[in-house]
């Protein structure tokens, strides 16, 4: 049974900084590649970030590149996302979500090619 549980979410000022996790079931170490993604009030869901198991490669959207980072914790089974010079536009909704068998498609973060997603957590940044 594929189990995500996302934490770490919470209100912060512009500037600031969050680290989101996401705890995973067992089956983690099957998983091929890992993504974070985040949905605003009246938008559609975005990839935000994602890390590929085989290679440890990370990709990201434009927008988050060199303030996020994406990680990941085998022998704790968690997924990380490291957020700095958070902005007002970084508001929304956060989710984690995962592949199993390789796609070759981690790169494109995209939502259709993640079958498994977590409940997700608030990030609320004010100016």
């Known amino acids: 049974q594929v189990q995500l549980v996302e934490s770490g979410g919470g209100s912060v000022q512009a500037g600031g900084s969050l680290k989101l996790s996401c705890a995973a079931s067992?089956?983690?170490?099957?998983?091929?590649?890992m993504g974070w993604f985040r949905q605003a009030p009246g938008k559609e869901r975005e990839g935000v970030a994602a890390?590929?198991?085989?290679?440890?490669?990370?990709y990201y959207v434009h927008s988050v590149v060199g303030r996020f980072t994406i990680s990941r914790d085998n022998a704790e089974s968690t997924l990380y996302l490291q957020m700095n010079s958070l902005k007002p536009e970084d508001t929304a909704m956060y989710y984690c979500?995962?592949?199993?068998?390789?796609?070759?498609?981690?790169?494109?973060?995209?939502?259709?090619?993640?079958?498994?997603w977590g409940q997700g957590t608030q990030v609320t940044v004010s100016s």
């Open positions: 890390i590929y198991r085989s290679t440890g490669s990370t």
């Open positions: 067992g089956y983690f170490y099957s998983s091929s590649c």
């Open positions: 979500a995962t592949i199993l068998k390789d796609n070759g498609r981690c790169w494109a973060i995209s939502m259709a090619d993640f079958p498994y």
